[in-house]
């Protein structure tokens, strides 16, 4: 006769879990999952502010540096490249990650349902 249910887990050693053991794992697990997504979302924010932070200095260094003089701006232009320069590769770094956040937090999402489903199964 076929078995029925989902699959039994294996302890270390081979031995099957008992019903409460499987059921604390699968809870774990969905308490790491949530954790995991929760990290993702903030993730998210920090690199949303990030970003906003980075263009809002290259702004304010390049407008505040407009109504010196030309002779006295040499000075402040030839530290203001490399800094700028170095500003655009983090941003472009960030929106790189930032691209890839929305298949990271779907995939947190699905793991997070599939944890509970399994959970609930379990509770039955």
Known sequence: MPRRGLPVRRARG???LNAKSERDAAY????RAREERE???RYGEYLQAE???LEGFATQTRVLADPLPRGLRRPVDA???PLLEAVGRRRALLLDE???MGDRVANAERFVDECE???DALRR
């Open 14 to 16: 081979g031995r099957a």
């Open 28 to 31: 774990f697990t969905l308490l």
């Open 39 to 41: 990290g993702l979302l």
């Open 51 to 53: 970003l906003a932070r």
């Open 79 to 81: 530290s203001a490249k």
């Open 98 to 100: 930032q691209r890839r």
């Open 117 to 119: 489903a399994e959970v």
